[in-house]
């Protein structure tokens, strides 16, 4: 393909709007335009990419039975009505009206309307499992939409639902697609992790994340490419180090997940679902009077530890939630904090949120800061398991002001269940004792769920089974973010180009190193003089001799100075890039690998050996 | 691929809500599935053929230099407010809302969203021509969505865009596009005509339509499939074609449009711009004086020429039209009918519509039946062309109940233009006087315009030209609707399929004929009984020798009776049915040709050679 013909517009700055790197190379190298807030067009070159992820998929999805369709993305409210999710799901939902003024959204998600699907056509447990997917967009009416692909209100998805008539085959299905990821985010070339991820939100049971790790900011050699004429690290100078470091520095982290993983083990989690080690050890500590003291002006944990010069992690904290329409009170030690989703996953809630002060004040009769569980009648109190160690603790009074000192379960007041509600902390020892737990960024690229029947039952989606009796069809449902995977691999696969000048001077530049799966064309052919005779004929006889053998090729035939085509070439980020240059006449080429930074000049008619043995 | 993993749910009978062959066969051999009224899920058949014909698009658009990206469907109001349409498009646009009150619509068509892209990013015109395109879903909330994929809300489009710098670079893309969709329709094995279209509409000013021809409904023999017992249609008895002319009669002819089309010559033309042959011949007729009748109760042609007793050809008819926010009369012979878009494009008007009666009474102080042009003042007064010839003519005398007999132009009243307005009909000579017209019906399946500086004067996207001169681009736009050529292929490639049962009665029963480019599989693999072993070993060894030549093969593994599993096959269509029967044990299997009710039994041995020969 002829560059000229294309539509790449690459910026010489960094776009001013963008926040990570991902975002600001894709619109810098002329990947996307943002044609409204969060709703972006992909030009030529990031829809090749999304092709090669297509293709990826595809073949994947085929390699364990999942047939591929496509689901309207203009739906009826009627099917939300249906599963309930019409009024629940909340501000994110696009809604509009068709002009016989009835109800429409745009697809967030499609569990509704496959159900819809299914359950029209398949009466019985004969016709399962049944496992469907399509690759289509979606729409999020995000409050903030930003970062890019990362965070927008249209996107591309690939959703997958699976069928079943018993849970051994939801098992085997979804051990299925957590295979298929695997390979079709190593094939990406994405540095990955699975991890124990949250299936609540989706009104599901087992759930596995899919984690692209953002790579850590402070190792500059996971950035940085050096050119030709620099062997090593060691030469470049401390200030320019420096300022390759300011540069790094000033792009945010992407991934707005925090994953927990085991240092020396292998488990791996959500911050929302992860867990720590857990013994319950027995106390033999003597339990003393329960005392009232004044607490003038101490709201808060820490306050109330200094007032009294005691550990935090001796007082019980009480929070109240409302869940859905009930109030619930609930306790941890007093250096933990509340993990809400394992809080919402824990109570079945559909919703979850801290609730208001009249609602505490008419419960208890005291306000935040002086909350406590002695004395509170008719409200359910779930408590951290850790809380259930604690004697002699000190908790609010419910009274503005006091609070006691020596408060015990079982005497003072009662917790109706202990279960795992705290947010773990880096250094703690991971849940089966192997390794200590670490925290770092990743961004979502991929989830599968366990969903049961919630909206099979829902919806009335009903099979016979073999005896003939009416069961709930069983879902699984595996979602892939197709457009952010591409935001991904940006964060992964940016460069910063350390070149050296003739003169010595070190100069740096962001580039981008496509992995050779997903660049948009594998070879980037760039005569320097598109008036030269020699170059373009060589340019031309070079360009069919890599077709013939398969490759994509880009030929920037445009008539620009070199430096501009070049500066284009490390931004659109091609693996392989051929100059033909000055020796054109000579039949020699330059050859530049992109991920090394390495570059060799060869003779003509070595370069499709030279490519191949490159490619192996 | 197995089909007891697919979901392609058959029905017994055909849909009672299906008016045209197309919609019922896509429904009831499990191809689509409506969702809600005109918005359908493309089951995984149906995703398959659209996936072919994306990739045939692709491939012949590469050709032409056209480039793929993809543009969002959610698209803010401020583009369409830019060009105007957002208020003048009509109740066929969605409008909707974001959470932050913003207006947005779903884009129906993209030239704003092209021309922003393009406008943002391309400065001089060394960077065009600029030819991109995308294959992506269109919402057009249609008053009577019908006929399956033919009329639908929410449905799949190609649609490019061309930029130029001047008209002889937007002509030649023209004329590629041209080739290259003839290419197009040409692979998908479809029978099409192209056109000369209303471009009008779209702003534009030559355009082309490519029309799907509907299969003519009286001539059996194109529908008609032998089985292999029957030698003849000879051999069928009368009742029984009976039958089958009254079930073909039975659904409506496919096709909103009427092709106009020379027989015995070239021209071609949607009876929207259709003209005939016109030869302007001078009159040598004396002008007799103008005389008031009265004309009590006749207000059409037919009965103020039947009450006077003269030929409707002698009479001129008078209509009043308000275009945009203007009146204009418009004169026609009285037997002539007006053609509506002709108006339109004369008037450069981008709404046209009759006038209400009290306008017409305002201007002309009576009402319709006695309009005439006598003594009309302040009013812009076009004709056609035929009524320049016409002396002593009977018109309406602005008076009701009363004409004037012997009115004459230049001494009665004056004519502004003459232009061609009539609707052509059947049997009239071809304006270029090579063979007479006659109609057919047609389905849109492609289009391409000369939009010219339509979008990029209104949205001000604007290069310099060779001189340094600001100039806006010029535009072509080329679509074709990729959701409704499956309905168009259906509609031709429908067929009834007569057998001969082993007691000589005749059957009929409809099936699909898939063109071999088009079909979701090569090949549909039927072994009759699964259980049995030599059975499913020799089908397990043909389907992976047939894979492995590269063929894609369905294989119905499910555990049906042989007549459910014939007539599903039938439904589905696929080009060779490969049976694997009772021989099996001796390594025989039935091979039948779709196409002509062939039926051989062959060796496997044979069978990938055979299967290749018949593919030539």
């Known amino acids: 393909m002829k560059q000229s013909k294309m539509l790449i517009p690459t910026l010489r700055e960094m776009p001013s709007d963008a926040q990570v790197i991902s975002h600001a190379l894709l619109?810098?190298?002329g990947y996307v335009r943002q044609i409204s807030a969060?709703?972006?067009?992909?030009?030529?070159?990031?829809?090749?990419?999304?092709?090669?992820?297509?293709?990826?998929?595809?073949?994947?999805?085929?390699e364990i039975g999942a047939v591929e369709l496509?689901?309207?993305?203009?739906?009826?409210?009627?099917?939300?009505?249906?599963?309930?999710?019409?009024?629940?799901?909340?501000?994110?939902?696009?809604?509009?009206?068709?002009?016989?003024?009835?109800?429409?959204?745009?697809?967030?998600?499609?569990?509704?309307t496959m159900t819809a699907l299914v359950r029209d056509e398949i009466t019985s447990y004969k016709k399962l499992p049944l496992n469907v997917?399509?690759?289509?967009?979606?729409?999020?009416?995000?409050?903030?939409?930003?970062?890019?692909?990362?965070?927008?209100?249209?996107?591309?998805?690939?959703?997958?639902?699976?069928?079943?008539?018993?849970?051994?085959?939801?098992d085997e299905t979804y051990e299925a697609y957590k295979h298929a990821y695997e390979r079709i985010f190593a094939r990406a070339g994405l540095e990955f992790r699975g991890i124990i991820g949250d299936g609540g939100a989706m009104g599901g049971k087992d759930s596995q994340e899919f984690m692209a790790v953002t790579a850590d900011r402070t190792d500059l050699s996971q950035w940085v490419v050096l050119s030709k004429n620099i062997e090593?690290?060691?030469?470049?100078?401390?200030?320019?180090?420096?300022?390759?470091?300011?540069?790094?520095?000033?792009?945010?982290?992407?991934?707005?997940?925090?994953?927990?993983?085991?240092?020396?083990?292998?488990?791996?989690?959500?911050?929302?679902?992860?867990?720590?080690?857990?013994?319950?050890?027995?106390?033999?500590?003597?339990?003393?009077?329960?005392?009232?003291?004044?607490t003038p002006g101490a709201k808060t944990i820490d306050e109330v530890a200094e007032l009294l010069n005691i550990n935090p992690n001796t007082t019980i904290k009480t929070l109240v939630y409302r869940a859905d329409d009930e109030l619930v009170v609930v306790l941890l030690r007093g250096n933990d904090q509340l993990n809400e989703v394992k809080l919402t996953n824990f109570l079945h809630a559909d919703f979850l949120e801290?609730?208001?002060?009249?609602?505490?004040?008419?419960?208890?009769?005291?306000?935040?800061?002086?909350?406590?569980?002695?004395?509170?009648?008719?409200?359910?109190?779930?408590?951290?398991?850790?809380?259930?160690?604690?004697?002699?603790?000190?908790?609010?009074?419910?009274?503005?002001?006091y609070h006691y000192l020596n408060a015990n379960i079982g005497r003072d007041f009662e917790v109706s269940e202990y279960v795992d509600l705290r947010t773990v902390s880096e250094g703690e020892l991971s849940p089966d004792g192997r390794g200590t737990l670490k925290f770092a960024k990743g961004i979502e690229i991929g989830h599968i769920f366990k969903l049961g029947t919630r909206y099979t039952?829902?919806?009335?989606?009903?099979?016979?089974?073999?005896?003939?009796?009416?069961?709930?069809?069983?879902?699984?449902?595996?979602?892939?973010g197709v457009s952010r995977l591409l935001s991904a691999v940006l964060e992964q696969f940016a460069r910063i180009y350390v070149e050296k000048t003739p003169k010595g001077e070190f100069k740096f530049s962001w580039s981008i190193n496509f992995p050779k799966a997903l660049a948009p064309y594998d070879i980037h052919l760039v005569p320097v003089n598109i008036k030269d005779e020699e170059?373009?004929?060589?340019?031309?006889?070079?360009?069919?001799?890599?077709?013939?053998?398969?490759?994509?090729?880009?030929?920037?035939?445009?008539?620009?100075?070199?430096?501009?085509?070049?500066?284009?070439?490390?931004?659109?980020?091609?693996?392989?890039?051929?100059?033909?240059?000055?020796?054109?006449?000579?039949?020699?080429?330059?050859?530049?690998?992109?991920?090394?930074g390495e570059v060799i000049e060869i003779n003509k008619d070595e370069l499709v050996n030279t490519i191949e043995i490159l490619n192996q």
Not at 38 to 62: Q, S, W
Not at 357 to 373: C, I, K, R, T, Y
């Open 535 to 596: 170059t373009m004929r060589l340019t031309n006889e070079l360009e069919e001799k890599l077709h013939a053998k398969g490759y994509q090729v880009l030929v920037d035939d445009r008539n620009e100075r070199a430096g501009v085509k070049f500066a284009d070439s490390d931004l659109i980020g091609l693996p392989v890039r051929v100059t033909i240059g000055k020796k054109a006449t000579e039949g020699i080429v330059e050859v530049k690998i992109r991920t090394t």
């Open 232 to 294: 090593s690290m060691d030469e470049i100078p401390e200030t320019t180090l420096e300022d390759i470091q300011a540069e790094l520095a000033a792009w945010l982290t992407a991934g707005e997940d925090t994953i927990v993983y085991a240092e020396g083990g292998d488990y791996a989690a959500n911050i929302e679902m992860a867990s720590s080690w857990f013994e319950k050890k027995a106390s033999y500590t003597e339990e003393l009077d329960l005392q009232k003291v004044e």
């Open 457 to 480: 039952e829902a919806m009335h989606a009903i099979v016979l089974d073999q005896n003939g009796k009416a069961m709930p069809m069983i879902m699984g449902c595996y979602g892939i």
């Open 133 to 170: 997917y399509q690759i289509a967009t979606k729409y999020r009416d995000e409050k903030r939409p930003r970062y890019g692909l990362l965070r927008g209100r249209e996107f591309i998805m690939k959703d997958g639902y699976s069928f079943h008539a018993d849970y051994d085959s939801l």
């Open 70 to 112: 496509l689901a309207p993305t203009l739906l009826t409210a009627d099917l939300w009505r249906e599963s309930g999710r019409y009024d629940t799901y909340g501000a994110d939902l696009y809604k509009l009206k068709n002009r016989d003024d009835s109800d429409f959204i745009l697809g967030p998600t499609h569990e509704e």
């Open 38 to 62: 969060g709703i972006y067009a992909y030009l030529p070159l990031a829809n090749r990419v999304l092709e090669k992820l297509k293709t990826i998929m595809r073949e994947e999805f085929d």
């Open 27 to 29: 619109v810098r190298a």
């Open 354 to 401: 801290a609730a208001n002060p009249d609602d505490v004040e008419q419960l208890v009769g005291a306000h935040f800061g002086s909350l406590g569980p002695v004395g509170l009648k008719g409200v359910k109190i779930v408590a951290d398991r850790e809380v259930e160690v604690v004697k002699n603790a000190v908790v609010g009074a419910n009274e503005d002001g």
